[in-house]
């Protein structure tokens, strides 16, 4: 399992901090939690979603805490501006977790949304339904005004 799902669990923290060491130490504190409660986590077929959304939640609280901005913007739906990774954070955590993880899973990650359902363990429609509210609420959240001046 963690051959398989390593690179993508550093690519959605990647997606939120910007900075490849730090997503790289979330993957492995995701993997090490999921080892940690392996008995019953490895029997759910859910641990892959468990350990991105571990990651993610890392990755998010690391960007609150230090206040992170970067140069590099973060893209959230092709057409949309992009964004400072704090404030793409606030908003994913604002999100309700089935919004977070459809948004982060399949457009953040770029995983098939078959893959993302059976990550999630809901159908490929959920996975659109919960992908498209998040990412509504994502523009609503993150409407700036214009600069002025």
Do not use: C
């Not at 997606?15 to 999921?34: D, G, I, K, L, P």
């Not at 949309?80 to 457009?107: G, I, T």
């Amino acid at each position: 399992m963690y051959h398989e799902h390593y690179g993508s669990v550093v690519g959605s923290a990647w997606a939120v901090t910007r900075n490849r060491a730090s997503a790289e130490e979330h993957a492995q504190e995701a993997f090490a939690r999921a080892f940690a409660r392996w008995r019953s986590l490895g029997r759910s077929g859910y641990a892959p979603a468990w350990i991105h959304r571990v990651a993610i939640n890392l990755a998010i609280d690391e960007v609150r805490r230090l206040g992170r901005h970067s140069d590099r913007a973060v893209v959230v739906d092709a057409g949309e501006p992009s964004l400072e990774p704090l404030e793409v954070a606030e908003a994913l955590a604002r999100l309700s977790r089935r919004q977070r993880e459809a948004v982060v899973l399949r457009v953040m990650a770029d995983l098939p949304e078959a893959d993302v359902a059976a990550l999630m363990g809901v159908s490929t429609g959920s996975v659109k339904t919960h992908k498209s509210r998040g990412l509504d609420r994502l523009r609503t959240l993150m409407t700036r005004e214009p600069a002025h001046g």
